[in-house]
């Protein structure tokens, strides 16, 4: 069973501050995605990355793939209040499918 | 396109009843995933359906049945609701076809209160 912890779990800033949420896992992963969620609705996607290494920026996020496809990152760059929500990666494996394991998520609450 | 739709929005039962909670989509995706999203524990897949006619067990089935007669439509039914099914229920649609697909489009969810 592939597991992806995600790091921290709650993240409660000031606008205008920087922040990294971290994902990892002991297992190898052909692709990651990251996706955001607002309450009441369901998660939107942010970003796949796919290549060891790659790194994929949407405006003020940078997200990184690790060198050994194991693990991720991302980095807000200045945090704003619009930035609040629910962050969760999630892991595909090698399947045909490629059902996806999904890390525990991070709440982000981002203060004016 | 209305993506993918979801229904009730909200339900509550009592223990031992059942029901089933709607899915949609009109992308014309061939892969439709059922989740459960409890706090602190991200989202758990319950079952899968690489296409029309063909289901499959994901990490939690135990309690849920899904059935695919279109491509379409993607029921999830709980055969005797349980306490334990409280949850939020989110129905995903992807497609294949490139390293970035399987990318997961989400409905709305269903809140599900078992009493």
């Known amino acids: 069973t592939q597991l992806l912890e995600q790091s921290p779990q709650f993240l409660s800033i000031q606008e205008g501050e920087n922040l990294t949420v971290y994902c990892n896992s002991s297992s190898v992963f052909s692709s990651l995605q990251w996706y955001r969620q607002e309450p009441g609705e369901g998660p939107v996607l942010l970003v796949t990355?796919?290549?060891?290494?790659e790194v994929k920026k949407l405006k003020r996020l940078t997200f990184q793939f690790g060198d050994a496809r194991k693990d991720s990152s991302l980095h807000i760059t200045a945090a704003q209040p619009g930035d609040t929500g629910l962050y969760l990666c999630a892991g595909r494996g090698g399947t045909s499918y490629g059902k996806l394991t999904f890390g525990q998520g991070t709440i982000l609450t981002v203060h004016p | 396109n209305a993506g993918v739709t979801q229904t009730p929005k909200f339900q509550v039962l009592k223990t031992g009843q059942s029901m089933t909670l709607q899915c949609a989509q009109d992308?014309?995706?061939?892969?439709m995933s059922w989740y459960r999203q409890d706090p602190g524990m991200g989202l758990r897949l319950i079952h899968y359906?690489?296409?029309?006619?063909?289901?499959d067990q994901g990490e939690v089935p135990n309690g849920y049945n899904v059935s695919r007669s279109t491509t379409e439509d993607f029921p999830l039914r709980l055969l005797s609701a349980a306490p334990s099914q409280t949850s939020v229920y989110f129905c995903a649609s992807s497609y294949s076809g490139s390293p970035t697909s399987y990318e997961q489009y989400f409905g709305p969810g269903t809140r599900l209160t078992v009493t």
């Open positions: 990355v796919v290549t060891g290494g």
């Open positions: 359906s690489v296409g029309a006619g063909i289901t």
């Open positions: 992308m014309n995706h061939e892969y």
